[in-house]
T-cell receptor, first 114, second 114 residues
Framework: GAVVSQHPSRVICKSGTSVKIECRSLDFQATTMFWYRQFPKQSLMLMATSNEGSKATYEQGVEKDKFLINHASLTLSTLTVTSAHPEDSSFYIC??????????FGPGTRLTVT | AQSVAQPEDQVNVAEGNPLTVKCTYSVSGNPYLFWYVQYPNRGLQFLLKYITGDNLVKGSYGFEAEFNKSQTSFHLKKPSALVSDSALYFCAVRPNTGGFKTIFGAGTRLFVKA
């Protein structure tokens, strides 16, 4: 099946710094990637939809200036958490759209802001 | 509003016994239905999907799911549970309306005792 990778798998950063998370489709081209956030013992919350070569579409309540998304190529989307705060600590998961009904998920990135 | 309900936070079953994880949805039309599994600190892994056709769908690791249109349910089942099946299971629904926004249930934690 299609493989989606994320890097890093874990990151710890200090409050006020920015962190970049990469999401790559390894063996296919993904025109659309999705970024989710998952709080402990909760479901996935869609943050934004990222289309290659265009601006991301953010869900209501998600600050686009805080969570910068760039989908520069058909195999790479990045999420940058700017001026991170402890409340941004979470598990971030990306997924890539393969076909009309297929969506494959990355392994996730655990962000801890101290 | 469109929603997915997983009525049980947790399901406990003995190894070797059959298991059922319940899912009902409230989405108009004929949506696509999915089950995913998540292990600790990992992304979601695809188990199976229903788009059309047979109401009983077979998926990975011996799991299957039964679609019931009249009850708008899509319960996940396995004839004989394994300890290694212990994980968090998510039911997901994607409306078949041309968009690609997936709605996730809150998740059900499955514990299989040896």
């Amino acid at each position: 099946g299609a493989v989606v990778s994320q890097h890093p798998s874990r990151v710890i950063c200090k409050s006020g710094t920015s962190v970049k998370i990469e999401c790559r489709s390894l063996d296919f081209q993904a025109t659309t990637m999705f970024w989710y956030r998952q709080f402990p013992k909760q479901s996935l919350m869609l943050m934004a939809t990222s289309n290659e070569g265009s601006k991301a579409t953010y869900e209501q309540g998600v600050e686009k200036d805080k969570f910068l998304i760039n989908h520069a190529s058909l195999t790479l989307s990045t999420l940058t958490v700017t001026s991170a705060h402890p409340e941004d600590s979470s598990f971030y998961i990306c997924s890539a759209r393969v076909l009309a009904a297929e969506q494959y998920f990355g392994p996730g990135t655990r962000l801890t802001v101290t | 509003a469109q929603s997915v309900a997983q009525p049980e936070d947790q399901v406990n079953v003995a190894e070797g016994n059959p298991l059922t994880v319940k899912c009902t949805y409230s989405v108009s039309g004929n949506p696509y239905l999915f089950w995913y599994v998540q292990y600790p600190n990992r992304g979601l892994q695809f188990l199976l999907k229903y788009i059309t056709g047979d109401n009983l769908v077979k998926g990975s690791y011996g799991f299957e799911a039964e679609f019931n249109k009249s009850q708008t349910s899509f319960h996940l089942k396995k004839p004989s549970a394994l300890v290694s099946d212990s994980a968090l299971y998510f039911c997901a629904v994607r409306p078949n309306t041309g968009g690609f926004k997936t709605i996730f249930g809150a998740g059900t934690r499955l514990f299989v005792k040896a």
